[in-house]
């Protein structure tokens, strides 16, 4: 049996994407209403015959959605705002594509934005303690994941968990001066030095 968002299908009609780069004078909602007005543009549509927003972001903060709409002009239909990390603007066209595939609305507009500061990307993600750790360093934590280093190379890992968690706390205890280091924020500065910002 086929899901139920498989009763009609779907077209993309028109794309767009805006100006890239480090553009610290232009906000995501500038941005944002030149890929909207591009992407109607390419469909051959107008403002006016969009029934619902779907916008993904993660760094926008609240309403970010709302916020690029308002530069193009408010018509009252429904703004969806949508925070999937890296993947917010894929949830979003799935969300809009399950809304017209089952007769919901019939044209709607998918956006994706997003703007964020030089050097590396901020992470609300994760708890306090991971922070200190680094691991909101996207190498740093992707290095969890040793699927692909056990399948290419064969590599196992030399404990098991329970082993490794005692060891693991000996090691901060043995070396107290640089996680103390690492909690007082001065690593920041390496950063700032290293990437800017």
Same mark, same amino acid.
């Given at each position: 049996?086929?899901?139920?968002?498989?009763?009609?299908?779907? !077209? #993309?009609?028109?794309?767009? /994407?805006?100006?890239?780069?480090?553009? +610290?004078?232009?906000?995501?909602?500038?941005?944002g209403? %030149?890929?909207?007005?591009?992407?109607?543009a390419d469909?051959?549509?107008?403002?006016?015959?969009?029934?619902?927003?779907?916008?993904?972001?993660v760094?926008q903060?609240?309403?970010?959605?709302?916020?690029?709409?308002?530069?193009v002009g408010?018509?009252?239909?429904?703004?969806?705002?949508?925070e999937?990390?890296?993947?917010?603007?894929?949830?979003?066209?799935?969300?809009?594509?399950?809304?017209?595939?089952?007769?919901?609305?019939? !044209? #709607?507009?998918?956006?994706? /934005?997003e703007k964020?500061?030089?050097? +590396?990307?901020?992470?609300?993600?994760?708890?306090?303690? %991971?922070l200190?750790?680094?691991?909101?360093f996207?190498?740093?934590?992707?290095a969890?994941?040793?699927?692909?280093?056990?399948?290419?190379?064969?590599w196992?890992?030399?404990?098991?968990?329970?082993?490794?968690?005692?060891?693991?706390?000996?090691?901060?205890?043995?070396?107290a001066?640089?996680?103390?280091?690492?909690?007082?924020?001065?690593?920041?500065?390496?950063?700032?030095?290293?990437?800017?910002?």
């Amino acid at each position: 049996m086929k899901p139920a968002w498989h009763a009609r299908p779907v !077209v #993309v009609a028109g794309i767009a /994407i805006s100006r890239w780069g480090y553009l +610290p004078e232009v906000d995501s909602h500038t941005y944002g209403s %030149e890929a909207i007005r591009g992407a109607i543009a390419d469909a051959g549509l107008t403002w006016g015959d969009m029934q619902a927003v779907f916008c993904g972001s993660v760094y926008q903060g609240t309403g970010s959605g709302h916020k690029v709409v308002k530069e193009v002009g408010r018509t009252g239909i429904p703004i969806v705002n949508v925070e999937n990390a890296c993947s917010s603007s894929a949830s979003a066209l799935r969300l809009a594509l399950q809304q017209v595939a089952t007769g919901i609305y019939d !044209v #709607v507009l998918v956006l994706g /934005i997003e703007k964020n500061p030089r050097g +590396p990307i901020p992470s609300t993600a994760f708890q306090p303690w %991971e922070l200190e750790l680094g691991f909101n360093f996207h190498p740093a934590n992707y290095a969890i994941d040793a699927s692909k280093i056990a399948r290419d190379l064969g590599w196992k890992p030399r404990f098991r968990f329970a082993e490794a968690l005692p060891l693991t706390i000996r090691w901060y205890q043995e070396h107290a001066t640089w996680l103390q280091r690492v909690r007082s924020g001065a690593y920041r500065e390496y950063y700032a030095r290293q990437y800017g910002g």
